[in-house]
């Protein structure tokens, strides 16, 4: 669905973007992880067309985002970190006005409007002006108004920028919602812990660079060389404790309670078999689950050792 090669973005002698290079398949939510500057915002806008890229290429669904600006912008919905809303309008108006920008008959117009709004609880919102919105409402207006015309990719920069925990949790329900209508999303947020519960890979950009990208698991067992297991078992805690530090694959185990954190070294099948030996051991084990991991943790590690 996105494919980037070797993209680069100069401004006079600073490098914002340095030869980045990413590809998401269809139904992919890629979070990208990043300080300020780091240039999430410039990639961002070079693949919604409204930046030129010095050099490399950007493709959309197979189309060439520099020579086909036109085509891609009916592919993409884009929602950028600031943004404006025309605060005389209502709400129905303003998504109206935007499905008339992408050709939408009036009828379309409003059969989108009416699905968005119910999709990000503005439904009962419709006739008021937009002004009279919380910030967190404005927010979630400017999605619906990036999906008006249904597009397949979604570039969302800072989508819970500024909201309070709960217009966040309601966002982060939207964006599942998303995800289960196959909506292939790029992401980046400053909210590590958030896009570590809502992502299939991340990837952390510093000075320009990609410097790692992947499945988050995949990305700590690279930098750490171990998996974090929670396991919460019914009873025989210390028995399960001592089972598993006699396991060669287990470097580390905490936790309270039935609870226990379990550092582990192995792979998947590693995995399975140490369930299967704590099973077999008359172990009732309620839960076990790769932790997703600390990807603060994973940021500073990389982030450190950039040059």
């Known amino acids: 669905m996105l494919k980037i090669k070797n993209l680069v973005k100069n401004y006079g002698t600073f490098r914002a973007v340095d030869n980045l290079n990413l590809e998401l398949k269809k139904g992919d939510i890629y979070g990208f992880v990043g300080p300020n500057g780091a240039g999430k915002t410039t990639t961002m806008r070079i693949i919604a067309t409204l930046l030129e890229a010095t050099s490399g290429t950007v493709m ?20 950028p970190d600031f943004f404006g809303v025309y605060d005389n309008l209502k709400v129905d108006e303003y998504m ?17 409007t009416d699905e968005l709004l119910e999709l990000v609880d503005l439904r009962d919102k ?14 979630r207006l400017c999605l619906a108004r990036s999906l008006i015309h249904n597009p397949e990719l979604l570039i969302l920069d800072e989508p819970a920028s500024g909201m309070d925990p ?41 000075r320009g660079k990609l410097v790692y990208s992947g499945e988050l698991q995949d990305i700590m067992r690279r930098i750490t060389g171990k998996t974090i297991l929670e396991i919460t078992v019914l009873d025989n805690t210390d028995k399960a404790v001592n089972l598993l530090r006699e396991q060669p694959l287990v470097k580390h185990i905490s936790g309270e309670d039935n609870t226990l954190e379990v550092s582990f070294s192995g792979n998947d099948q590693d995995m399975a078999n140490l369930l299967k030996l704590l099973i077999n051991q008359g172990i009732p084990v309620l839960t076990f689950a790769r932790e997703a991991g600390s990807l603060e943790e994973v940021f500073m590690e990389v982030t450190n050792n950039v040059d």
């Not at 109206?96 to 989108?112: H, I, T």
């Not at 292939?184 to 890979?201: P, R, V």
């Open 126 to 139: 419709k006739g008021n002006y937009v002004d009279t919105l919380s910030r967190g409402m404005k927010q």
């Open 166 to 206: 709960r217009a966040r949790i309601e966002m982060k329900g939207i964006l599942k919602t998303l995800k289960e209508m196959d909506k292939t999303i790029l992401i980046s947020s400053h909210i590590l812990h958030e896009l570590a519960e809502l992502c299939t890979s991340i990837g952390i950009i510093e």
């Open 60 to 79: 959309v669904d197979g189309i060439n985002v520099a020579e086909h600006p036109v085509r891609v912008r009916g592919k993409i919905g884009y929602m």
């Open 96 to 112: 109206d006005f935007y499905g008339s920008c992408y050709g939408l008959s009036r009828a379309e117009r409003s059969k989108r």
